[in-house]
């Protein structure tokens, strides 16, 4: 008797983890549900950087000549065009959180046998598939535009890590700020601060050491910064010049490894403050 009794917590345990995972499986169906019955939600934030990487990009290649470092500058502003599609893209989905507090059926969730930080984590899940689309949609349209691009299995690694991370990063910057603020005008209002001011900070259009020497010590705080050096090393650049820019180092894969613990961080901090925001929202 003793060695069943013994036994039962195994499947037990095994039970209640297929339990959890199908929790959070139905509560990310549901969001992306809802993410497909909103096409807006998946095009707009699509739209300007494909004009930035499709038009201007090639525009000023041939208004300046490029960056005269052997490297495309159709692909370079391609790849920097993706510090503005993954923050656009989370904000809209934090966007669409705000709404389903106030008129959707968060409140009928709340009150679901799941853990609240289940929520947060399925909606992460859905952000991370639509992030994903619009990247390798930008990229392909890039691509077709003259993008010169060497892309390799290393490199393609070191382009999915550093873009699913950040995406994680910036998802938990709009969950956040979605409970933090009770209006829809206030949040679109913090959009330009969070999403866009970053991206002209970060070298997406040029090397951070074109700008002065203060900013660009700012710029090597921001995970987007890094997160783009690690995406042009991984498709463009297997020199490693943008990762140069930051670490200032001789040897590019450890200077490629310390940029995604820097992205990894703050990815888990926000990822970890956003599902605090959400359960203290949850009961205000």
């Known amino acids: 008797m003793s060695a069943i009794a013994e036994a039962l917590p195994i499947p037990l345990r095994a039970a209640g983890r297929t339990r959890r995972a199908s929790a959070l499986l139905t509560i990310a169906k549901r969001r992306a549900s809802l993410t497909s019955k909103t096409p807006r939600q998946i095009a707009v934030p699509l739209l300007g950087p494909a004009i930035l990487a499709l038009v201007v990009a090639p525009a000023l290649k041939v208004a300046t000549g490029g960056l005269h470092t052997g490297i495309d500058y159709t692909a370079f502003v391609g790849v920097g065009a993706v510090g503005l599609v993954i923050p656009l893209s989370s904000i809209f989905a934090g966007l669409s959180v705000l709404v389903d507090r106030h008129s959707g059926a968060q409140r009928e969730l709340l009150a679901a046998p799941v853990p609240r ?51 994680v990063f910036m998802y938990g910057v709009a969950e956040t700020l ?83 613990a820097v992205i990894a961080l703050w990815a888990i901090a926000l990822t970890a403050i956003s599902i605090r925001a959400f359960k203290r929202s949850a009961v205000s």
């Open 117 to 167: 930080a289940y929520l947060v984590l399925g909606n992460l899940i859905v952000a991370l598939g639509l992030a994903t689309l619009q990247v390798a949609v930008l990229i392909g349209l890039t691509a077709i535009r003259g993008g010169a691009f060497h892309i390799t299995a290393t490199g393609l690694a070191w382009f999915v890590a550093s873009a699913l991370l950040f995406t």
């Open 178 to 260: 979605a409970s933090k603020v009770t209006k829809q005008e206030d949040y679109v209002g913090a959009t330009p601060a969070v999403a866009i001011l970053p991206f002209f900070l970060a070298g997406a259009l040029y090397p951070i050491t074109a700008m002065p020497a203060v900013l660009a010590d700012i710029a090597k705080v921001f995970p987007l910064t890094h997160a783009l050096a690690l995406m042009r090393y991984g498709f463009i650049d297997p020199r490693g010049g943008s990762l140069h820019d930051i670490w200032g180092m001789h040897n590019v894969t450890a200077e490629a490894w310390l940029s995604i």
